[in-house]
T-cell receptor, first 115, second 112 residues
Framework: ETGVTQTPRHLVMGMTNKKSLKCEQHLGHNAMYWYKQSAKKPLELMFVYSLEERVENNSVPSRFSPECPNSSHLFLHLHTLQPEDSALYLC??????????????FGPGTRLLVL | QKEVEQDPGPLSVPEGAIVSLNCTYS??????FMWYRQYSRKGPELLMY????GNKEDGRFTAQVDKSSKYISLFIRDSQPSDSATYLCAMKGKTSYDKVIFGPGTSLSVIP
């Protein structure tokens, strides 16, 4: 499999549930990103990892907890979410963080609905 | 004022039309300008990438940057139904600490 993959593609969860989103990149990249995409709003950068080290945490609520066990995998652990957290969660990767100009390759996203 | 503004559409055009997609921005420090295309149920993919002012052409696509007006455009010639997607503009400053800022996207439908 090539590119950036994300699972699950769709997720419905209650506010008391705990779930995890998974991202895997098969491109040999060193940087990985989590974005939130809500309808009619710009992509919001949530977290950035470079060589498994978190380099950016964009004031994201603690109910979102990222994990990067190696340069190919990125997780987003979810707990006690709110309905306003319903959105498309996109994972991306790039070769390096170098000046942030590195082309980012996006996965298909996980469509999350919080009830 | 939002950093990057983009008309959300939807924009509907007949096949073969010339499409103009636009973004305005407020931060004069932006130096790199990008256009992403996002098909339904897919993640964004980079279409074009330009630095500073000027034009860049790639097949049917032309990206134009006017830094004096803080305005960027993407033109699509001979539009095809396969061009139907949401187009996101994105931009950043030139330092290594600058983040990429995305516009909200314009939804385009090309009608056969």
């Amino acid at each position: 499999e090539t590119g950036v993959t994300q699972t699950p593609r769709h997720l419905v969860m209650g506010m008391t549930n705990k779930k995890s989103l998974k991202c895997e990149q098969h491109l040999g990249h060193n940087a990985m990103y989590w974005y939130k995409q809500s309808a009619k709003k710009p992509l919001e950068l949530m977290f950035v990892y470079s060589l498994e080290e978190r380099v950016e945490n964009n004031s994201v609520p603690s109910r979102f907890s990222p994990e990067c066990p190696n340069s190919s995998h990125l997780f987003l652990h979810l707990h006690t979410l709110q309905p306003e957290d319903s959105a498309l969660y996109l994972c991306a990767s790039s070769q390096d963080l170098q000046g942030w100009t590195e082309t980012q390759y996006f996965g298909p996203g996980t469509r999350l609905l919080v009830l | 004022q939002k950093e990057v503004e983009q008309d959300p559409g939807p924009l509907s055009v007949p096949e073969g039309a010339i499409v103009s997609l636009n973004c305005t921005y407020s931060n004069s420090a932006f130096q790199y300008f990008m256009w992403y295309r996002q098909y339904s149920r897919k993640g964004p993919e980079l279409l074009m990438y330009t630095y500073s002012s000027g034009n860049k052409e790639d097949g049917r696509f032309t990206a134009q940057v006017d830094k004096s007006s803080k305005y960027i455009s993407l033109f699509i010639r001979d539009s095809q139904p396969s061009d139907s997607a949401t187009y996101l503009c994105a931009m950043k400053g030139k330092t290594s600490y600058d983040k990429v800022i995305f516009g909200p996207g314009t939804s385009l439908s090309v009608i056969p």
